[in-house]
């Protein structure tokens, strides 16, 4: 592989990290409640961004060595299909832009917005509960001299409830939802499977493809890791829904801009 190629690839990949999507929603707003749950909800999903590159490279090179053919219709797939993502994304900061006016929203929800603001819900529900479960505890403990065997003793109660709402964000879970949140997305499937085979070299070799591999999942992992630490340290201002409005359109022109490069630039 030539250090072009290598550049080509690399960029792709950038474009594809920096790219908003489900797991930049969720890498910042679980690195918001907690820095440790986004790191490793982003471990979770580079492990199903390997997944992917290893099904697309596997599969689609079989497939293209088979039928040549393949691969324009692949290039054409692939354009249209992130010109569709651009589309979408300029359809929600439209409206994003009428709830920051106070206009009634047109439409439904994308489903990823959606099914993240009810995974959020459940984490900033489980997070009040701990809160307020910590408040009553303090004066609860302060009056245990007086009454031993009231609430302060009693093993099922706030510090137990405490307890099980931090469990909703331990590591194990946390990894896993990167896992399936990655291998869930079809932006990220439809990339690998449709992107990524026009830009592996005709004759490459089985270190190529190990060199491919580390340079697109460590590319997608430090733009993750950066992004949760930043959440993390400026939580607040990152969820503001005029952020929110400025990465949306920005996403929209950069997916277009890409589409049309993927069908446009020959191979």
Known sequence: MTGPELITIAGAATVLAVTPGPETILTVRLSALRRKAGLIYSLGSATGMTIWMIAALTGISA???????????????????????????????????????????????????????????????????????????????????????????????????????????RSVISYRRGLISSLSNPKAGLFFLAVMPTLVPASAAGIDYVVLVSVVV??????????????????????????????????????????????????
């Open 63 to 169: 497939l293209l060595r088979t039928f040549p053919s393949a691969l324009l219709i692949l290039k054409i797939i692939g354009g249209l299909y992130l010109c569709l993502l651009g589309v979408l994304a300029a359809r929600q900061a439209l409206r994003i832009r009428s709830e920051l006016r106070g206009e009634p929203p047109r439409g439904q929800v994308s489903e990823i917005v959606a099914a993240t603001d009810d995974l959020i819900d459940g984490e900033k529900t489980d997070t009040a509960a701990e809160v307020a479960a910590g408040s009553a505890a303090g004066p609860v403990g302060a009056g245990a001299g007086a009454d031993p065997g009231g609430a302060g003793a009693d093993p099922g109660g706030a510090g137990a409830g405490a307890k099980r709402s931090w469990g909703q964000l």
């Open 218 to 267: 460590g590319l997608m992992l430090a733009y993750q890791i950066v992004l949760a630490l930043i959440a993390g340290m400026a939580a607040k201002a990152l969820q503001r829904r005029s952020t929110d409005f400025y990465i949306e359109a920005v996403s929209a022109t950069v997916l277009v801009i890409m589409g049309i490069a993927v069908i446009a630039l020959p191979v």
